[in-house]
């Protein structure tokens, strides 16, 4: 059986006593340190989530200039496309006439040659057939 005598309460004492010096000394100190630091990882924990939100904005931010950007260089890519083009459309047909114009230049002398030798044909025609007349009938016409 247990007796309860003094050195019993001599060691609760004892105990207590080291309970209390242990309590101020260690165990306050390492709740506190426990506390500082769980203080610290969630202050990190923010900064860390704030940072990510940062991240994403600015991430959203580039995105939308890069939109911003392709859409204001594809409108001024269309709008050379259509300049190029006008102006392609406007040399074809520059083209075209001064072809038609050629053509109908090259044309005309065509026709005036074959008219001019037409005309030179028959002089000689008309000259060779007297010619061939005056010998098939031996006289002058």
Known sequence: ???????FIIQLVNFLVLVLILNVFLFKPIRRVLADRATELNGAR??????????QEKVAQYEARMREA???ANGERDALKK??????????EKARKEAADTLATIKEKVAKETADAKELLREQARGLSLEICEKVLGRSL
Not at 1 to 7: A, F, Q, S, V, Y
Not at 83 to 92: F, G, H, I, R
């Open 83 to 92: 300049v190029a083009q006008a102006e392609e459309s406007a040399v074809l």
């Open 46 to 55: 923010e900064r860390a989530a704030e940072v990510d939100r940062d991240v």
């Open 1 to 7: 059986m247990i007796n309860l005598d003094l050195t």
């Open 70 to 72: 392709k859409t204001a």
